[in-house]
């Protein structure tokens, strides 16, 4: 099985415009993003994005391009005009392609391979990882939960804090992390589907998948990794840049 790596990066972000291109550790943003996704070794990495500067500045940081139309309606649609401009012969319709965000300059190289290896495995079309969910942050809307079933698939994502639990028959809680991988064909469905009533409330485009009857196996990572929504964030991650043990968790809950 081949593949490539697509790392979704628009410009225009509302609450953090020109997001890809601000600094952490005197580098843009998309070039860490570019480096952690190269470090992993699964395949070329394509930057898909919808302006010019992130298109110069992802070149320079080594990783392909795609220049993307400015309407996409999420980053799986911004994947899919990516990967769609891909010879067959280059990636044929059964083989990979991981979504790394990218807006996750922390995201971990062992992840990455970990979707890998689970997309390698017969009859799996999509899979995403999941993390164990620090208890402080159940409640919040921000922090996306996934229920999982006995076959290591996901039963739903949800803002709310699930799965409930009966004080005498505790049940593991997962925190969604975003990074996903498709098959090709898969993909492509996926971006040709209408969105799902369940998708538009959650505002998670990841029911669309389980509300058409794709199937999401979720791999399990020990700790989540530190993410950008805000520039706030960036600062945090700025100031937890030179101490690595800061990096990890979030300790207070995710700009909202």
Not at 13 to 38: D, M, N, Y
Not at 118 to 126: A, F, H, K, N, Q
Not at 211 to 230: K, M, S
Request: with cysteine; aromatic share 4%.
């Amino acid at each position: 099985m081949r593949c490539c790596v697509v790392i979704p990066a628009r410009h225009g972000s509302t609450r953090f415009p020109g997001k890809p291109l601000a600094l952490l550790a005197g580098r843009p943003l998309i070039c860490h993003v570019v480096e952690r996704a190269t470090a992993a070794r699964v395949g070329p990495v394509v930057v898909a994005t919808d302006d010019e500067r992130i298109v110069a500045v992802a070149a320079a940081a080594g990783a392909r391009v795609a220049l993307t139309r400015a309407d996409c309606r999420s980053g799986t649609d911004r994947v899919a005009e990516a990967v769609s401009a891909i010879p067959l012969a280059e990636l044929a319709a059964d083989d990979a392609v991981i979504n790394v965000q990218g807006d996750e300059p922390r995201v971990e190289v062992a992840a990455i391979r970990a979707v890998v290896a689970e997309l390698s495995r017969p009859g799996i079309e999509m899979a995403t990882a999941a993390a164990p969910l620090d208890a402080a942050l159940a409640e919040s809307p921000h922090v996306v939960k996934v229920a999982i079933d006995g076959a290591g698939r996901a039963l739903y994502f949800s803002r709310a804090a699930i799965p409930w639990s009966d004080a005498a028959v505790p049940l593991p809680r997962w925190r969604h992390l975003g990074l996903y991988g498709y098959r090709r064909r898969t993909l492509l469905r996926l971006a040709a589907l209408p969105p799902a009533p369940a998708e538009q409330s959650e505002r998670l485009e990841q029911l669309r998948a389980l509300h058409h009857g794709i199937p999401i196996a979720v791999v399990h990572v020990a700790a989540p990794w530190r993410g950008v929504d805000t520039p706030a964030d960036l600062a945090e991650l700025e100031l937890a840049s030179a101490d690595p043990a800061l990096v990890g968790e979030w300790t207070t809950e995710p700009s909202p």
